[in-house]
């Protein structure tokens, strides 16, 4: 899943002072599950939001709404017409929603209430953690199951660097040194000869160096496209 | 007690709850109800204090409320999840401190029902069924008129049940509820006598027969003719209108059911000394209730078990006595009624007045001549299914043909007649749609579940002491009182009111299944929160961050969105603080509400049903303080909750202090349960420290 952190409230009420009709809009999928930007998290954000205008003496009204996912078209549509209320929404969605929701708002600005931080589990309850870095070349076959993209702290492909000590990262003694668990992961998996192994250089084009990328289903576009094709402007079959 | 705003709410939230609760299954005291009673949802209201809805709960399904709040034989208690923890919940005394409380509001709210429709229903009868028919007929805006041979409407309930159990005021309260809706009533009218059925048909377009089972049977035997044996209904009957029967100084009352106790327990209270019963039955065969019998001991009524009569002994035409033989069995190896007697076991019951309490039957002898069709057995053949006799629109309803059984039983039967009735006067068909009251409920409370519950003792009723109460007809139970229901009320475990997940809204976290104290929540698609394991407290619902979790017995929005009321006009100039106290109900008791003005308070079943945005609530409608009063952890009704509520507690504070907002504005504490007043001392210190940090401005 997605973890986020939601914004400070400072933060947040600098983006929105300006306005008049502000909807905090939360996503009750990823960033529900880390209490960033779920349904409870936005009514507590615009009650926090509503006092701090009042403090102000600034006369903004701040309601908040949610839908279940803020990166699929369908969840918007039954809320679409109540979004063109407000002059800003406020999204504690991931900054993919954001995005997504931006794109069909027209004149009407998303701002994010909460920062995307990474790709994580939920280590136990309250405690994310980051395991992939969504690089799009998976070698996790190779490393034990451990990421050395997204757990390294300088994301090393060969083994670990001079700063690893006792198991622990040279940036802090909280941080585990990604190459010592794969090490020690492989002995216990009896696969250790694998990193003795000649792996070809990594072709990073498939991460971010390789500009935005995109998943393109043919066997689902084709039909889509098709049935567009087929499909007058108001929405009857040719 | 916030009455007012509780009632405004009857529209939304009240039916809200009751139309979410028959979409699930029903709690095992609700379920075994005769008419259904949503037990848990009033003994909920009581235990908020909110007496006129709890009221209007009991009374929207139990037409004869006040009489099963004295008489019931509470199928209910039987039920109760909490057996398998320790006693009972004391739902009948319960119910009664409802329809107490709320009598004043109940005689209010009494008005006519208009007559919308031109059709008139003759109801024969005025006992739990009929009263109960004629009660939904007016509802539903028509024409009801009902007859009843007795000087008084009531039925057996005024004729026949003593006014020691069922005083007739009460008994008055609920017919007065009917006859307001415009209910026509005849009484002193006995269908055969003053009016035929043939006229009866004429004047109406349905007739209603609940006429319960008004004659005794008789015995068989030697000497059972003459003076001094008497009949069970006609001695009540006697007793109820103040026609002093003679008895004499002995009284034996043959039989062992509820009837013969009330015969008995009556015969006291007219001064008879020395009143014995003699039963087929042993003590644990009587068909009596448990504690009939144990009343009736209290009141030195001697028992003589497993004795059959065989004649009356009389010297001339006086009774002398019964003479008995001895019983060797009462049923067969099915459990069927079956005796089988010692014939060279005698004795002599010596009596000076026999009663013959041995069962009853139906006078159907009005009926003779007519197209209703009476069995080879004297019974009125019927359609279970339609509750419609042989002649085309008249109905039954009630002991008639049910049998004997309780007032509840018979007010369901009462209803299923009324609808009957309604549907065939609309000209569509019966069968299928008439309530069965057979629900899907909620299975045993798992031993897990109830190993975490702690002990808490039945609040007792008290009683007349038996000498006392032999002396007249005078009610002999005393009802609650305020303190005692609401700590009663506070035993319930909310079977039914627990927490339900919206699908659409869950995405499946696992924060409920993390935070719930009694593991009910399985998460697999979607959170699914079983009901037998819930315990109503609450804990989840604030914590879900879809907010997918509403709770059935309350409203978990209420309090944010009824804050701004509760907090009220915060004046710029105020001399006090504004407190918003949230109560943890828990020791309220009466006195918990009588708190200082400046204190706006907010009660609750539990603390753990507190949302951080309920008291980020209160700051926003002005509250200078916030405190979060609970009990203490040895005296609270769920476990493992308190660390939870501080650590929400804690996240308001960070939540307040981003906004410059000093973290001692809100507080959590325990209320002093050693005091008076528990919750007096600790607002007034916290309202002290508060006035010491000043009031909250904005600019």
Known sequence: MIVGSQKSIDEIWDMIKGFKKVLVFGCNTCVAICHAGGEKEAETIATLLRMRAAQEGKDIAVDFSSVMRHCEPEYFEPVMEDLKKYDLILSTACGVGVNFLSDRTGTIPVYPGVNTSFYGAVESPGNFVELCAGCGNCILHLTGGICPIARCSKTLMNGPCGGTNKGKCEISKDVDCAWYLIVERMKKLGTLEKLAEIQPARNWSTSRDGGPRRVSLEHIRAYEEKEAANTDSAGGKK | ?699
């Open chain 2, 1 to 699: 007690m916030a009455a007012e705003s509780a009632i405004k709410m009857k529209g939304t939230h009240l039916q809200r709850v009751a139309a979410l609760k028959e979409t699930r299954p029903y709690s095992p005291c609700r379920a075994a109800c005769p008419v259904n009673t949503d037990v848990q949802a009033y003994v909920g209201l009581i235990a908020q204090g909110r007496y006129n809805e709890a009221f209007e709960v009991i009374r929207s399904v139990n037409p004869v409320a006040s009489v099963c709040s004295l008489i019931c034989h509470h199928p209910c208690e039987r039920a109760c999840r909490r057996c398998s923890i320790d006693e009972p919940l004391a739902v009948r005394p319960l119910k009664r401190f409802a329809l107490e409380q709320a009598s004043e509001y109940r005689r209010d709210r009494r008005a006519l029902v208009e007559k919308t429709r031109d059709r008139s229903i003759g109801i024969i009868g005025s006992g739990p069924a009929g009263l109960t028919a004629a009660n939904d007929l007016a509802d539903l805006g028509y024409k009801v008129t009902v007859y009843d041979r007795h000087p008084a409407l009531g039925g057996m309930l005024v004729s026949a049940i003593p006014a020691y159990r069922l005083p007739r005021e009460a008994l008055k309260e609920d017919i007065d509820d009917v006859i307001a809706k415009g209910v026509e009533v005849k009484t002193n009218c006995e269908i055969g006598r003053d009016i035929s059925m043939k006229e009866l048909s004429e004047k109406h377009d349905a007739i209603l027969i609940a006429v319960g089972l008004s004659l005794s049977r008789s015995l068989n035997i030697p000497g059972v003719e003459g003076p001094g044996v008497m009949l069970a209904i006609p001695f009540l009957e006697d007793v109820a209108f103040d026609r002093k029967p003679d008895l004499g100084k002995k009284v034996l009352v043959i039989g062992g059911g509820n009837v013969a106790m009330d015969v008995a327990r009556s015969a006291r209270r007219l001064g008879v000394k020395n009143v014995e019963m003699v039963c087929l039955e042993g003590p644990d065969e009587m068909p009596a209730w448990k504690w009939e019998v144990e009343e009736a001991t209290e009141e030195d009524i001697k028992i003589h078990h497993r004795w059959g009569p065989k004649s009356v002994v009389r010297e001339g035409a006086k009774v002398k006595g019964l003479e008995v033989v001895k019983v060797l069995s009462v049923f067969d190896s099915e459990r069927r009624f079956s005796p089988t007697f010692d014939q060279n076991q005698t004795t002599v019951i010596g009596a000076d007045t026999i009663i013959i309490t041995i069962g009853q039957m139906a006078n159907v002898s009005f009926l003779k001549d007519t197209q209703v069709r009476i069995d080879d057995r004297g019974r009125v053949v019927w359609d279970p299914k339609t509750q419609m006799t042989g002649a085309k629109g008249v109905f039954v309803s009630g002991e008639v043909v049910t049998g004997p059984g309780a007032a509840i039983q018979a007010a369901a039967s009462g209803h299923r007649s009324a609808l009957a009735i309604h549907l065939y006067l609309q000209g569509e068909s019966i069968e299928g749609k008439l309530p069965t009251y057979e629900k899907e409920k909620i299975s045993d409370m798992p031993a897990d579940v109830a190993s975490k519950i702690g002990r808490e003792p039945r609040m007792k009723l008290r009683h007349l002491p038996p000498k006392v109460r032999c002396e007249s007809f005078v009610q002999f139970e005393s009802g609650y009182d305020e303190k005692t229901a609401l700590t009663e009320a506070g035993r319930c475990r909310g079977c039914g009111g627990g927490a339900v997940v919206d699908a659409k809204k869950c995405m499946a976290c696992l924060t409920c299944q993390r935070v719930c104290p009694y593991g009910a929540p399985v998460v697999s698609a979607w959170s699914e929160i079983r009901p037998e394991f819930c315990q109503a407290c609450g804990l989840c619902a604030p914590e879900c961050p879809g907010q997918a979790i509403s709770m059935v017995s309350y409203d978990v929005r209420e309090i944010r969105d009824t804050m701004a009321s509760i907090v009220g006009a915060v004046e710029p100039k105020r001399p006090d603080p504004v407190i918003v106290a949230f109560l943890c109900m828990r020791h309220m008791g009466t006195s918990g509400f009588s708190l200082p003005d400046n204190v706006r308070k907010v009660p609750v079943h539990c603390t753990s049903r507190i949302d951080i945005i309920d008291i980020l609530k209160a700051f926003e409608c002005g509250a200078d303080g916030v405190a979060v009063v609970r009990c203490s952890t040895e005296t609270c009704k769920y476990k493992g909750i308190e660390d939870r509520v501080s650590a929400r507690v804690d996240r308001a504070k960070q939540l307040i202090g981003m906004l410059g907002m000093e973290a001692g504005r809100l507080e959590i504490m325990n209320s002093d349960s050693g005091a008076e007043n528990p919750y007096s001392g600790v607002c007034a210190g916290f309202s002290g420290k508060i006035k010491q940090m000043g009031l909250r401005t904005n600019k």
